[in-house]
């Protein structure tokens, strides 16, 4: 175990990150380097988030790929790349929570344990944007701060949608104005890139 990681759960966050990192990057390898950061900052970071959260109020908490999704999500970006279309498909795992108590399922921490990906992203989005909007950056390090900021707010926006299994989903059933506010936030902040 390294750092509180099983082996399996840092492969599965390794080749989820390897083909959302792809996907977005439209598999062009100029691309890549700024892409990654972008997908560590949004994708790895709101796992751990959920993760550390559910751990937070004891519940066993651990990332898992969804072979099916990953194989969407690669689908997908290759008719991406051929057609010229622009659909993401990035919903390529999920921390899995368990409790001790089979079928028991308290609403407001799962919302809580939901909501901390999407808010992280945010937070991270917000960050990257900001010195994006107000920095004076050229090259590298605008093309890094521009896919951070775009990644980390689509992945937001994404994941409150409130269609099951998204985090949105359970964010609604837990909180309706938590969700809004989220929701309305990630949106607003998406649309300004």
């Known amino acids: 175990m390294v750092l509180g990681f099983r082996k399996q759960e840092l492969e599965d966050l390794a080749i989820s990150f390897i ?3 792809l996907v977005f990057s439209r598999f062009e390898l100029r691309l890549i ?6 997908i560590f900052t949004a994708f790895v970071f709101h796992e751990l988030a959920h993760r550390q959260v559910a ?6 908490a651990v990332y898992r790929r969804w072979d099916t999704g990953i194989m969407l999500a690669l689908l997908l970006g290759i008719l991406n790349k051929l057609l010229g279309l622009r659909f993401i498909f990035a919903a390529v795992g999920a921390v899995q929570v368990y409790s001790l108590y089979a079928g028991w399922e308290d609403r407001e921490i799962y919302g809580k344990i939901s909501l901390a990906g999407p808010v992280t992203n945010i937070l991270v989005g917000v960050f990257a944007l900001v010195l994006l909007l107000f920095g004076k950056f050229s090259g590298i390090l605008w093309a890094s701060l521009y896919y951070t900021a775009f990644i980390n707010l689509w992945l937001a926006f994404f ?3 409130p269609i099951p299994p ?12 938590y969700w809004g506010v989220a929701i309305g936030i990630a949106f607003l902040l998406q649309s300004l890139l």
């Open 19 to 21: 083909v959302l990192t």
């Open 33 to 38: 380097p700024y892409v990654a950061l972008g």
């Open 55 to 60: 751990r937070k109020y004891g519940y066993y």
């Open 159 to 161: 994941n409150l949608l």
């Open 166 to 177: 998204l985090d949105g989903y359970k964010v609604l059933r837990w909180n309706p104005g």
